[in-house]
C-alpha cells in the first residue's frame, strides 16, 4: 500500500450540514483524547488535502489530540457538483465540525486557503482560538494566484486526464524546494485523477473569493500567533506575513529559509519541531 492510500485508511469519516447540504467529511485523527491541552486542528490549503500534513501530525500527535479534516470539495470528503467551497463555506464546516465534536478551544494550525479559513475563525471566534499557526496563508488581497485561476477555467474542466495530471505534477515539483518526494506528489494528485476529483478541482478553484480575506478584522484576532513562514515562497509572499504581523497583536514572526510554498513538506523536520516548541511553550 502507497502512503497516501494508508493515510486515506487512517481517516474517519462523519456528516455535517453546511449552508444546509448534508456533506460528508474525511477527517485523520490521531494522538492522546485524555491530553487537557485544546486539540490541535490541521487545515490544508488548494489544491491539497490533510495528506499534507503527513510529516507534522505525527510529532504533534505524540503529546496532543489531533483533527488534520478534509475541506469540502478536497481530499476525502464530499465532491458532488451542488454546494459552495469558498472559504466562508469552509469557516462554516470548521463551525460545525467542532460542534458535533463538543469541542470548545482549540489549537489551529493552516496553510494557503486554509489559512484564510483560520483567520476568518479565529478573528469571528477569537475566544475558541487557543493558538494560531499560519503558514504561506492567503489574507488580505494576496490571492487568487494565476495558477489556481487557471485551474478555475472551464477548459480546465475539458481536459485530458494526463494533462491535468501533468499540470499538478509541475505544481508541486515547481512548488517544492530542491527535489520534490514522489510520495508527497503521488498524493496531492491522487484525489483529483477520477472524474469527480477532476470536476471538483475546477470548482475549488472557481469558488476562491477574495472577499473573504479583505473584509476580515485582523485586530479581532487574539490568540496568540505564530507565522511559520516558507520565505522563499512567491504564491504567497513572506511580505504578507509581515503585514499580518502588524494586526494581529500576540504575533511572532518565525520564517523558514529553504523553503517555498510547501512548506511542512519542504522543511517537515524544522516545521514540526518549532510548531511542537510553540504549542508546548517549550524547546522540545
Known sequence: MVDHERWSDEQSTTTVSVDGHDLEVAYHEAGPDESEEPPVVFVHGIPTWSYLWRDIVPAVAEDRRTIALDMVGYGNSAMSDDFDRSIRAQEELLEVLLEDFAIDRIALVAHDIG?????????????????????????????????????????????????????????????AYGEADPEFVA??????????????????????????????????????????????DVMQPYAYAERLAEEIAETELAPLSAAYHWVPEDRSDAYADRLREFLTGAEV
Open 115 to 175: 489559512g484564510g479559513v483560520a483567520l476568518r475563525f479565529a478573528a469571528h471566534n477569537p475566544e475558541r482560538v487557543d493558538r494560531l499557526v499560519l503558514s504561506n496563508a492567503v489574507c488580505y488581497d494576496s490571492w487568487p494566484v494565476e495558477f489556481v485561476s487557471t485551474l478555475g477555467l472551464p477548459s480546465t474542466a475539458e481536459l485530458e486526464r494526463e494533462e491535468l495530471e501533468g499540470r499538478l505534477e509541475s505544481a508541486f515539483v515547481e512548488g
Open 187 to 232: 498524493g496531492m494528485k491522487a484525489p483529483w485523477l477520477t472524474d469527480e476529483g477532476h470536476v471538483s478541482l475546477v470548482r475549488d478553484a472557481v469558488a476562491t473569493n477574495t472577499n473573504h480575506t479583505t473584509e476580515i478584522d485582523y485586530g479581532a484576532i487574539t490568540a496568540e500567533t505564530l507565522l511559520l513562514w516558507g520565505e522563499d
